[in-house]
Antibody, heavy 124, light 109 residues
Framework: QIQLVQSGTEVKKPGASVKVSCKAS????????ISWVRQAPGQGLEWVGW????????NYAQKVKGRVTITIEVSTNTAYMELRSLKFEDTAVYFC?????????????????WGQGTLVTVSS | EIVMTQSPATLSVSPGEGATLSCRAS??????LAWYQQKPGQAPRLLMY???TRATGIPDRFSGSGSGTEFTLTISSLKPEDFVVYYC???????????FGQGTKLEFK
């Protein structure tokens, strides 16, 4: 069974950093891309960034570029999203989601499955 | 950035009726469009990909159509569990730079 299990709730102060994990089971992270998507309270879905499972290439949303880093740790089959210099408006549930299909290093598809989500609250 | 615009924001319908949800892209995305259903407190669930292909386990009450910039999700014979929020997503760009519509909420009429 393919599953993504994320780390728990985080509460951080403005200016701090947070690192959210996404542990994959049932498949190898080496073969599929992983996206991170966030959802502010009561709002819609916002794409944050993506990492290739093949070559670790990344791309990030302009809104968070320079503050976000997505990585993969092969030994534990876990993806991470680190967000630095946190702002109040970064308060959201952060989801990881896998590319549903793998067509090689130059591909990206729709997202399935998704992790359960991690609430990150930025509060002073 | 490709902007995805969903309409309407809220759709009031009755159980047993049908519903048509629209999604428009600011530029052509071929058929690189997915639809997701999100229930309160849960992660989004894939309904449709490649604009018109149902995901595994999705009942045939759900159908998708469109290409280029105009897309539609149609739900026939609405059940009570269908009254939640639906999002479209484009995954056309390379390198990836996905965008989502703002969502359509189905509510009881």
């Amino acid at each position: 069974q393919i599953q993504l299990v994320q780390s728990g709730t985080e509460v951080k102060k403005p200016g701090a950093s947070v690192k959210v994990s996404c542990k994959a089971s049932g498949y190898s992270l080496n073969r599929y891309g992983i996206s991170w998507v966030r959802q502010a309270p009561g709002q819609g879905l916002e794409w944050v960034g993506w990492i290739s499972g093949y070559n670790r290439n990344t791309n990030y949303a302009q809104k968070v570029k320079g503050r976000v880093t997505i990585t993969i740790e092969v030994s534990t089959n876990t993806a991470y999203m680190e967000l630095r210099s946190l702002k109040f408006e970064d308060t959201a549930v952060y989801f990881c989601a896998r590319d549903a299909r793998s067509y090689g290093s130059g591909s990206h598809t729709w997202l399935d499955p998704w992790g359960q989500g991690t609430l990150v609250t930025v509060s002073s | 950035e490709i902007v995805m615009t969903q309409s309407p924001a809220t759709l009031s319908v009755s159980p047993g009726e049908g519903a048509t949800l629209s999604c428009r892209a600011s530029q052509s995305i071929g058929i690189n469009l997915a639809w997701y259903q999100q229930k309160p407190g849960q992660a989004p669930r894939l309904l449709m990909y490649a604009a018109s292909t149902r995901a595994t386990g999705i009942p045939d009450r759900f159908s998708g159509s469109g290409s280029g910039t105009e897309f539609t999700l149609t739900i026939s014979s609405l059940k009570p569990e269908d009254f939640v929020v639906y999002y479209c997503q484009q995954y056309n760009n390379w390198p990836p730079e996905d965008t989502f519509g703002q969502g359509t909420k189905l509510e009881f009429k």
